[in-house]
């Protein structure tokens, strides 16, 4: 299988678990290593960011930025959401990352973020969930994630 063939196959997976519309992924020319673009809809990373890292991290970052479409979606459509009962975010949650995406410079993974934690944490997550893999980050950074690594394990499991 092609590499953007299993990042469109693993972004509908997890796009399906969190019910939103999967974004679509575009390989090329950027100037950030990844990103989640809001205004298209899409997950892009930079060419040299995937021919210099193995298969797994490029399917961890486009797994994090999937969750930024989520958080996105959360923010945008929280009313649409609730009509068609679709399960959203607390409203103090929802406050905080939309406060977090407008702040948010986006091409640094700022960990003092709430939607930094979360999406490494969803990464976290469904690395473990889906491929078996561990990603590799310090104490500190696995105690930050803590609560929604439970979290999540209630919600997708």
Do not use: C
């Not at 990103?35 to 899409?42: A, H, M, P, T």
Request: no cysteine.
């Amino acid at each position: 299988m092609e590499l953007i063939d299993l990042l469109t196959k693993t972004v509908g997976i997890v796009s399906n678990k969190q019910r939103i519309e999967p974004p679509k992924v575009l390989i090329g020319d950027y100037d950030e290593d990844y990103i989640f673009i809001s205004d298209s809809y899409e997950i892009r990373l930079k060419n040299s960011f995937v021919e210099n890292n193995d298969e797994l991290t490029v399917l961890g970052m486009v797994i994090h930025e999937t969750r930024h479409a989520y958080q996105y979606i959360q923010i945008r459509f929280r009313e649409e959401l609730k009509k068609n009962r679709i399960p959203v975010e607390e409203e103090a949650t929802i406050n905080l990352w939309s406060h977090e995406f407008e702040i948010h410079d986006r091409t640094d993974d700022d960990w003092s973020l709430d939607i930094e934690v979360d999406a490494f944490a969803f990464m976290t997550f469904f690395m473990r969930k889906i491929f078996n893999a561990e990603a590799s980050f310090d104490d500190e950074k696995m105690k930050l994630m803590k609560k929604k690594l439970q979290l999540f394990n209630v919600i997708y499991n």
